[in-house]
């Protein structure tokens, strides 16, 4: 864990997950749910404080990113940060490696986003689709990118959709939290919040089905067999992931099985639902933050698939 | 073969065998090798290649070849196929019978570095 990289990676992670749910999140689920309820003074408080948070988020991903670079381009030549400047070593990992090629794409995308940000109706296209592709296209520097022939793009095929699933629930659950918090005390805030919380559950439901279906390929493609799942740093890593995931399942399945329908109730039933949901939503956060970092984590290990061969 | 160059070989030998039983952080394994890891042919090899378990990235991945005192002895050409980025290959001068020894370093395209090294013998 003393590896700097295993933090810039799952900080990078965690800010492009935040900028993709926050995107998500602001055209498919707030904007809707404020023109619902008629509100502009609300939405126009709520709005400010998601798209600056989607701001913050998108400026600590190219930063992060480039600290990615940086250590990597360091790390494979051996070299200090200082030599890596000055003898173009940078240059080489970003003209002539995958990494390099996924990374200078993936900056023109943040770059789209930058423009496309402040949503407006014209750039609304734009805007879903380079926030899906700026977490999506994470999965070239992923295990998937150097496996060969059609293993290989079913692997990588899969990591997209776990990727930009994973971005649209986790990345969503902080602007849900935001927005829950923001109109809670506004006189015509309960219509916005119930709003928002029926329509965040076909994005969650969505969302969990295709990173368990997604995950469970990937699984397989990693570990290949329960020996190296149990048998393995790497597999035992993923199973504790799999497990922090199913915790975090069972507190999204409390909101929308239990708790959702008593928003449709009498104010205050409602209130104290809204708040318990705005409270699991952050607990969600939090279990999300570790299943990061251990996202940062397997990435530098070898998969169990190929530890257990090599034994 | 001079008896202290028998040593280096042994030296070598051991060296590789431990560096080999350290934590398995192999990424791209090398599945094989022509002429093969531990193997002899009866006349000297044009080349050497190296079939890998992942694609490599071509601007860190590198082969040198040595004979029994150390002496390199591949040309400078070794390097990545642009078709198939799983095998890296040396063209080596024109060598005697003896031992060598094929040192290699890998950089996978998801990002893992990883080296080995393995001994081959030409002639008896």
């Given at each position: 864990?003393?590896?700097?990289?295993?933090?810039?990676?799952?900080?990078?992670?965690a800010?492009?997950?935040?900028?993709?749910?926050?995107?998500?999140?602001?055209?498919?689920?707030?904007?809707?749910?404020?023109?619902?309820?008629g509100?502009?003074?609300?939405?126009?408080?709520?709005?400010?404080?998601?798209?600056?948070t989607?701001?913050v988020?998108l400026a600590?991903?190219?930063?992060?990113?480039?600290?990615?670079?940086?250590?990597?381009a360091?790390?494979?030549?051996?070299?200090?940060v200082?030599?890596?400047?000055?003898q173009g070593?940078?240059?080489?990992?970003?003209?002539?490696?995958?990494?390099?090629?996924?990374?200078?794409i993936?900056?023109?995308?943040a770059?789209?986003l930058?423009?496309a940000?402040?949503?407006?109706?014209?750039?609304?296209?734009v805007?879903?689709?380079?926030?899906?592709?700026l977490?999506?296209?994470?999965?070239?520097?992923?295990?998937a990118?150097?496996?060969?022939?059609?293993?290989?793009?079913i692997?990588?095929?899969?990591?997209?959709?776990?990727?930009?699933?994973?971005?649209?629930?986790f990345?969503?659950?902080?602007?849900?939290?935001?927005?829950?918090?923001a109109?809670?005390?506004?006189a015509t805030?309960?219509?916005?919040?119930?709003?928002?919380?029926?329509r965040?559950?076909?994005?969650?439901?969505?969302?969990?089905?295709?990173?368990?279906?997604?995950g469970?390929?990937n699984t397989w493609?990693?570990?290949?067999?329960?020996?190296?799942l149990?048998?393995?740093?790497?597999?035992r890593l993923?199973?504790?992931?799999?497990?922090?995931?199913?915790?975090?399942?069972?507190f999204?399945?409390?909101?929308r099985?239990?708790?959702?329908?008593?928003?449709?109730?009498?104010?205050?039933?409602?209130?104290?639902?809204?708040w318990?949901?705005?409270?699991?939503?952050?607990?969600?956060?939090?279990?999300?933050?570790i299943?990061?970092?251990?996202?940062?984590?397997?990435?530098?290990?070898?998969?169990?698939?190929?530890d257990?061969?090599?034994? | 073969?001079?008896?202290?160059?028998?040593i280096?070989?042994?030296?070598?030998?051991?060296?590789?065998?431990?560096?080999?039983?350290?934590?398995?952080?192999?990424?791209?394994?090398?599945?094989?090798?022509?002429?093969?890891?531990?193997?002899?042919?009866?006349?000297?090899?044009?080349?050497?290649?190296?079939?890998?378990s992942?694609?490599?990235?071509?601007?860190f991945?590198?082969?040198?070849?040595?004979?029994?005192?150390?002496?390199?002895?591949?040309k400078?050409?070794?390097q990545?196929?642009?078709?198939?980025?799983?095998?890296?290959?040396?063209?080596?001068?024109?060598?005697?019978p003896?031992?060598?020894?094929?040192?290699?370093?890998?950089?996978?395209?998801?990002?893992?570095?990883?080296?080995?090294?393995?001994?081959?013998r030409?002639?008896e």
């Amino acid at each position: 864990m003393d590896d700097p990289l295993i933090w810039v990676r799952a900080l990078h992670f965690a800010a492009t997950m935040m900028v993709t749910g926050g995107v998500l999140f602001l055209i498919f689920i707030a904007e809707p749910a404020f023109r619902a309820a008629g509100d502009t003074q609300v939405a126009a408080r709520v709005r400010s404080s998601l798209a600056w948070t989607a701001w913050v988020a998108l400026a600590v991903t190219v930063l992060s990113g480039a600290a990615w670079l940086l250590l990597l381009a360091q790390r494979v030549s051996e070299q200090s940060v200082a030599e890596v400047l000055s003898q173009g070593t940078l240059w080489t990992v970003l003209t002539q490696t995958d990494f390099g090629l996924a990374w200078t794409i993936r900056l023109a995308i943040a770059a789209l986003l930058a423009v496309a940000l402040p949503l407006s109706a014209r750039l609304r296209v734009v805007a879903i689709t380079a926030a899906a592709a700026l977490v999506g296209a994470l999965a070239w520097a992923g295990h998937a990118a150097a496996r060969e022939g059609a293993p290989g793009a079913i692997h990588l095929v899969s990591d997209i959709l776990h990727l930009v699933a994973a971005a649209a629930w986790f990345g969503a659950l902080i602007p849900l939290a935001l927005l829950l918090f923001a109109v809670r005390h506004a006189a015509t805030g309960l219509p916005v919040a119930r709003e928002a919380v029926r329509r965040f559950s076909p994005l969650g439901i969505l969302s969990v089905g295709t990173l368990v279906v997604s995950g469970a390929v990937n699984t397989w493609m990693l570990t290949g067999s329960v020996e190296a799942l149990v048998g393995t740093d790497y597999g035992r890593l993923l199973t504790l992931k799999i497990g922090l995931f199913l915790v975090m399942l069972s507190f999204g399945a409390i909101n929308r099985l239990w708790l959702s329908p008593r928003t449709a109730g009498a104010p205050p039933i409602a209130a104290g639902a809204l708040w318990r949901i705005e409270r699991n939503s952050l607990i969600e956060v939090l279990l999300g933050t570790i299943i990061i970092v251990i996202v940062g984590l397997l990435g530098t290990l070898p998969p169990g698939l190929e530890d257990l061969s090599n034994n | 073969m001079p008896k202290y160059s028998a040593i280096r070989v042994v030296l070598a030998s051991a060296v590789l065998a431990l560096a080999g039983a350290g934590p398995a952080f192999a990424h791209a394994q090398l599945k094989q090798a022509t002429p093969a890891v531990g193997g002899a042919v009866a006349t000297a090899p044009m080349e050497v290649t190296l079939n890998f378990s992942e694609k490599l990235e071509s601007s860190f991945s590198t082969i040198i070849v040595r004979d029994a005192m150390g002496k390199r002895v591949n040309k400078a050409d070794g390097q990545v196929d642009k078709a198939d980025r799983t095998i890296m290959r040396a063209t080596l001068d024109s060598i005697t019978p003896g031992i060598y020894i094929v040192e290699w370093r890998a950089l996978t395209a998801d990002t893992h570095k990883t080296e080995g090294a393995f001994i081959f013998r030409v002639g008896e």
